[in-house]
Antibody, heavy 116, light 106 residues
Framework: QVQLVESGGGLVKPGGSLRLSCTAS????????MSWIRQAPGKGLEWLSY????????YYADSVKGRFTISRDNAKNSLYLQMDSLRVEDTAAYYC?????????WGQGTLVTVSS | DIQMTQSPSSLSAFVGDSVTITCQAS??????VNWYQQNLGRAPKLLIS???KLETGVPSRFKGSGSGTDFSLTISGLQPEDFATYYC?????????FGQGTKLEI
């Protein structure tokens, strides 16, 4: 069965960096686009970025462009999100999701808190 | 960016009721809408894709419809496990965007 497990969240100061990971199993990872989506506490869902199976297509939402970097290692069935220059408003649960146009499987999420 | 406006933002209903949640796009997005259900503290779950295609394993009491700018999710015969927050999402244009959510309360 498809499983996505995020890790790497935690408490970081404004201006700091954090790297999230998402480990996939149960499907051919390299065949799929993957996305990162976040949800601030008590708020709705915000799509952040996606990466194609071969990593030759990448797109970012304006809110994170220039600060976050998505990447993947197909040999390790892993997706990453490098988050730099973090702001208080980046505080959220971060989900990885198998995607293309439809987010059909989601991880359980990892919580990122940006606070001094 | 395409704005997705859901209504209502919250809704109270009884077990056995039927409810409809609507989602309006800021421009024509054909049928490029998905619907998700999120229970408290859990990840969202895909219910319906392409406006009306029910995902495998999703009960038939969930029905999606619409095209263009107006979409709806109808749940017939509410069950206790249906009380959750529902989101629409467009995939016609990047960035993908979600509605603000509709909280369905018992």
């Amino acid at each position: 069965q498809v499983q996505l497990v995020e890790s790497g969240g935690g408490l970081v100061k404004p201006g700091g960096s954090l790297r999230l990971s998402c480990t996939a199993s149960g499907f051919t990872f390299s065949d799929y686009y993957m996305s990162w989506i976040r949800q601030a506490p008590g708020k709705g869902l915000e799509w952040l970025s996606y990466i194609s199976g071969s990593a030759d297509t990448i797109y970012y939402a304006d809110s994170v462009k220039g600060r976050f970097t998505i990447s993947r290692d197909n040999a390790k069935n892993s997706l990453y999100l490098q988050m730099d220059s973090l702001r208080v408003e980046d505080t959220a649960a971060y989900y990885c999701a198998r995607s293309g146009d439809v987010f059909d499987y989601w991880g359980q999420g990892t919580l990122v808190t940006v606070s001094s | 960016d395409i704005q997705m406006t859901q209504s209502p933002s919250s809704l109270s209903a009884f077990v056995g009721d039927s409810v409809t949640i609507t989602c309006q796009a800021s421009q024509d997005i054909f049928s490029y809408v998905n619907w998700y259900q999120q229970n408290l503290g859990r990840a969202p779950k895909l219910l319906i894709s392409d406006a009306s295609k029910l995902e495998t394993g999703v009960p038939s009491r969930f029905k999606g419809s619409g095209s263009g700018t107006d979409f709806s999710l109808t749940i017939s015969g509410l069950q206790p496990e249906d009380f959750a927050t529902y989101y629409c999402q467009q995939y016609d244009k990047l960035p993908y965007t979600f509605g603000q959510g509709t909280k369905l309360e018992i």
